[in-house]
Every structure is written in C-alpha cells, then in structure tokens.
C-alpha cells in the first residue's frame, strides 16, 4: 500500500525554526518529485516548496524564500523541509505530496494538481 507521512510538526516561538520530515511507503521517494503545501482554516490550500526527482530543480514560494529549504535524505529517504525564521503567519497544517509519474523528472511545481499521495499533514504553530 503506498502511503505518505509526514512528521516533525510541533509549537514553536516567532523566529524558531523546525524541521518536516516527508516519507513514503510502498515506493522510493528518491525518484519521485516532493511537494510541501500549507492549509490554514478559511484559506486556500499554500504550496510552498518542491524538489525535482534528481534534485536539480527546488522551488519557493516568494512567501518562505530564505526561510525554509528542502532537499533529500539519503540516508532515510526522506525529503526534508527545514524552516528557518519562523513567523506566526506560518501556523498551520503542513503536508507533504508526492506524483506518482514523476519518476526522474527533472522539474518540480508548488501547484498541487499533479501531486497524486498526500499525507495526513503535521500541525505548525508559531506562536508572537
């Protein structure tokens, strides 16, 4: 059964940083493109970052630039989203999704429509 988790969400104060961690079951998330969405009550699902399926292409949005990274863990693989500088504004619901016919793709995109496995999501809250 293919399945994504994610994990790492917790409470943190304005400008602390956590790191999400994203695997996969029932297939190997190295070959695949990642994503990392967003989803506040009332508002419109965020996509916030991506990673290519040979790590060539990683892609922000303008809203966590400079802030949060992703790459890949090899040694668990696992994609990680470490976040840096943490704003209040970040709280939220944070998933992690993978497309199933990424397979060596070299690009990625924050919009959520090719991304087929989602996880259940890890809570964020960034408290002033």
């Known amino acids: 059964q293919v399945q994504v988790v994610e994990s790492g969400g917790g409470s943190v104060q304005s400008g602390g940083s956590l790191r999400l961690s994203c695997e996969a079951s029932g297939f190997l998330l190295d070959y695949y493109v990642v994503g990392w969405f967003r989803q506040v009550p009332g508002k419109e699902r965020e996509g916030l970052a991506c990673?290519?399926?040979?790590?060539?292409?990683?892609y922000y949005a303008d809203s966590v630039k400079d802030r949060f990274t992703v790459f890949r863990d090899y040694t668990k693989t696992t994609v990680v989203l470490q976040m840096d500088a943490l704003k209040p504004e970040d709280t939220g619901t944070y998933y992690c999704a993978a497309d199933s016919m990424s397979y060596f793709a070299p690009q990625c995109t924050i919009n959520a429509e090719p991304y087929d496995y989602w996880g259940q999501g890890t809570q964020v809250t960034v408290s002033s």
């Open positions: 990673i290519s399926s040979n790590d060539g292409i990683r």
